[in-house]
Nanobody, 127 residues
């Protein structure tokens, strides 16, 4: 059974940092693509970043480039999202998702292809 468990969310002031974790189990982590998505109140779900564990390629939405870094620890079956220089507009529930396909920028725009989702973790950035 596939499980994705996010952690690391919280309340932080603008300019601060958080690191989100997505602990995965129940599938071949080394070959799958893991994505981070977020949904802010009143807004549509947005792809933030994804990593293709088969080749290590990473992808980001323009609004987080240079501030967020996605990484993968295959020994721990965990994907991280390091978020620096946080802004109030980053406030959202963040979800990780897993899919057996190859990662790409297309994968950030098509959340519907991901097979499995975590329960989400709240990130709140105060101004």
């Amino acid at each position: 059974e596939v499980h994705l468990v996010e952690s690391g969310g919280g309340l932080v002031q603008a300019g601060g940092s958080l690191r989100l974790s997505c602990a995965a189990s129940g599938f071949n982590f080394d070959d799958w693509t893991i994505g981070w998505f977020r949904r802010a109140p009143g807004k549509e779900r947005e792809g933030v970043s994804c990593i293709d564990n088969s080749d290590g390629n990473t992808y980001y939405v323009d609004s987080v480039k240079g501030r967020f870094t996605i990484s993968s620890d295959k020994a721990k079956n965990t994907v991280y999202l390091q978020m620096n220089n946080l802004r109030p507009e980053d406030t959202a529930v963040y979800y990780c998702a897993a899919d057996s396909g190859r990662g790409s920028s297309w994968y950030l725009r098509h959340a519907e292809v991901y097979d499995y989702w975590g329960q989400g973790t709240q990130v709140t950035v105060s101004s």
